[in-house]
């Protein structure tokens, strides 16, 4: 081996090994906190995100073998280049997937919805803030679980209906009708369904039923979780109402 290839060789692996850093620490802030499991699949970022690093982690370190050569006066600064538009391509990247992340859990009527940080509706969010709503600020770190109900102005309420209607925001969307889930309790509980209703669903799934065994079906009771890529189940205390699982069962296929 020359001592050039050895140098190239050297040099990529040092640059894998500063990306593989990079992309652990993206991964967890990624999927621990802002999409902690399992929403990050109930959203779908799991494998776009994985794309995008996996990418992102080998292309600056193969150009740096391509590249690289002892002794080039040019190499400093060629270096640099790379890593900054590698460090680039990476901020990208996790701007995007912070701007889809899910920043609250909705209970609605008689479910949860998931809501992105880009889906809700800027003047809700203000209006929401100057009435001090404290459930509707959003966080930089996990999802905020939170009820959202009717608004109290008549002429509000018809207009968020007709918005709805013609494809606009729904409730899960207007910060504004947020409020603690302690005050929707009585509403998850009416429409909260039985646990054995949820196995006679999947009757015909193991996974599923291995996976609801850690309950009793007068402990808990579950509702539905709507989001983009995939529905959920939301489990929650047959009593409290307090959500205690979330798990990757699809309560609406057959």
């Known amino acids: 081996m020359t001592h050039t290839l050895k140098d190239r060789i050297n ?12 992309a652990a620490i993206s991964m967890f802030v ?10 990050h699949t109930a959203v779908g970022v799991t494998q776009i995100f994985l794309i995008l690093l996996a990418v992102d982690i080998t292309i600056g370190p193969l150009i740096t073998f391509i590249i690289f050569k002892k002794g080039k006066k040019s190499l400093t600064f060629d270096l640099t280049v790379i890593a900054l538009l590698q460090v680039a391509a990476l901020a990208y990247g996790m701007n995007t997937v912070f701007e889809g992340r ?12 998931v809501s992105r940080a880009y889906e809700i509706d800027p003047k809700s969010h203000d ?7 404290e459930n509707a600020k959003v966080s930089w770190l996990q999802p905020k679980w939170v009820g959202a109900v009717a608004s109290k102005d008549h002429d509000r309420r018809q207009k968020i209906m007709f918005d709805s209607v013609q494809g606009g925001n729904d409730w899960p969307q207007l910060p504004e009708l947020f409020v ?3 005050k929707v309790k009585k509403q998850i509980l009416e429409k909260g369904k039985t646990l054995e209703m949820l196995r006679k669903l999947r009757k015909n799934d193991p996974a599923v039923q291995a996976g609801l065994a850690d309950w009793k079906d007068n402990d808990v009771k579950w509702l539905p979780l709507a989001s983009n890529a995939k529905n959920m189940t939301v489990i929650v205390d ?12 699809n309560p609406w296929d057959k």
């Open 30 to 39: 990624v999927f621990f906190i802002w999409y902690p499991a399992p929403l």
């Open 127 to 133: 209006t929401a803030l100057k009435a001090k709503n």
């Open 238 to 249: 047959a009593t409290s109402a307090e959500v205690l699982k979330v798990v990757d069962i």
């Open 11 to 22: 040099a990529f692996l040092i640059h894998l090994g500063i990306s593989a850093v990079i």
């Open 102 to 113: 899910p920043v609250f859990v909705v209970f609605s009527v008689d479910r949860f919805e």
């Open 180 to 182: 603690p889930l302690s």
